[in-house]
């Protein structure tokens, strides 16, 4: 599958930070989509784009569509300890997803 | 209540053995999936189905094979012929057309002895 590269690799952060992190691609995709997933369980969706440019808004997560359709990035504001977790960014270049290899987020309180 | 269920969430099996992995889904979509997960890595698509008895081969499907006699399920046998089967397993299913996201069950964690 196309390959996406997710930075930073790993944050270590304190409780009340904004969090920034990102997601390119050398191809262009029509979707983007924000996963959350806890130690040992399923990944779950947090917001889904479909139009460059596209800024959506979950709660305290953001994220945006890049306007040239190979770059999303996601922000999490005054982030709280159950913010912890692998956050992965995944495009649709078909009926299945790929994914990114995921940003791990650690929050002390 | 509306989702996806993954059983058994831990299963251990010894070497040379086939095992099943169940995932069923009440949410009435069309399309389900099969994905691998290895510590440190991203989820890597083995079988996909996008309707009642079709289904095609992802990225990673030696070594595995499907069904989908049922829209609700989608079960996926590990054969022996899987050389590295210890892996975390997950089950996601989508409406299959137009808007493409996926929900994914609790997962399976796979041992192999």
């Known amino acids: 599958g196309q390959q996406l590269n997710q930075s930073p690799q790993s944050m270590f952060i304190q409780e009340g930070e904004d969090v920034s992190m990102n997601c390119t691609s050398s191809?262009?995709?029509?979707?983007w989509l924000w996963y959350k997933q806890d130690p040992g369980e399923g990944p779950v969706l947090l917001i889904a784009?479909?139009?460059?440019?596209e800024l959506t808004s979950n709660g305290r997560l953001t994220a945006q569509f890049g306007i040239t359709r190979k770059d999303s990035f996601l922000n999490i504001s005054a982030s709280i300890p159950s913010d912890v977790g692998i956050y992965f960014c995944a495009v649709t270049p078909g009926y299945a997803l790929n994914f990114g290899k995921g940003t791990s987020l650690l929050v002390t309180p | 209540d509306g989702g996806i269920t993954q059983s058994p969430k831990y299963l251990f099996r010894k070497e040379g053995q086939n095992v099943t992995l169940s995932c069923e889904q009440n949410?009435?979509?069309?399309?389900m999936y099969w994905y691998r997960q290895d510590p440190g890595q991203g989820l890597r698509l083995i079988y996909y189905?996008?309707?009642?008895?079709d289904f095609q081969k992802g990225d990673i499907a030696e070594g595995y094979s499907v069904s989908r006699e049922k829209k609700e399920s989608f079960p996926l046998t590990v054969t022996s012929a899987q050389k590295n089967p210890t892996a975390f397993y997950l089950c996601?299913?989508?409406w299959g057309t137009g808007r493409n996201e996926q929900f994914f069950g609790p997962g399976t964690r796979l041992t192999v002895l």
């Open positions: 996601a299913s989508s």
């Open positions: 189905s996008q309707i009642v008895n």
């Open positions: 784009l479909y139009k460059a440019g």
């Open positions: 949410l009435n979509h069309d399309a």
């Open positions: 191809s262009i995709f029509n979707t």
